[in-house]
């Protein structure tokens, strides 16, 4: 859900971008083209979908990764057996 968020933020920034240069030269907080604002913006955007996705992998992936690695270790112990 973070990565298509992060993504949909992305292309609405380009789309404003080629559509609507009028509103992103415009005049935003602290004198700044909304445009630049929203660029910058991107950054903490990119930075929470990747904590999003780490957090989820630790949570999700990894154990069950280590359920597969330990499950080949026992096939293989099985398989060196005979």
Same mark, same amino acid.
């Given at each position: +859900?973070?990565?298509?968020?992060?993504? &949909?933020?992305? @292309?609405?920034? #380009?789309?404003?971008? *080629?559509?609507? !240069?009028?509103? +992103?030269?415009?005049?935003?907080?602290? &004198?700044?083209? @909304?445009?630049? #604002?929203?660029?910058? *913006?991107?950054? !903490?955007?990119?930075?929470?979908?990747?904590?999003?996705?780490?957090?989820?992998?630790?949570?999700?992936?990894?154990?069950?990764?280590?359920?597969?690695?330990?499950?080949?270790?026992?096939?293989?112990?099985?398989?060196?057996?005979?």
């Amino acid at each position: +859900m973070a990565t298509l968020t992060a993504l &949909g933020y992305f @292309v609405l920034f #380009l789309v404003l971008s *080629a559509y609507a !240069p009028g509103f +992103m030269t415009g005049e935003g907080i602290g &004198g700044l083209p @909304v445009g630049l #604002l929203l660029g910058l *913006a991107q950054l !903490p955007v990119t930075c929470l979908a990747i904590w999003l996705y780490e957090h989820t992998a630790r949570r999700r992936v990894d154990p069950l990764a280590e359920r597969i690695r330990h499950q080949a270790r026992l096939d293989a112990k099985r398989g060196t057996a005979r």
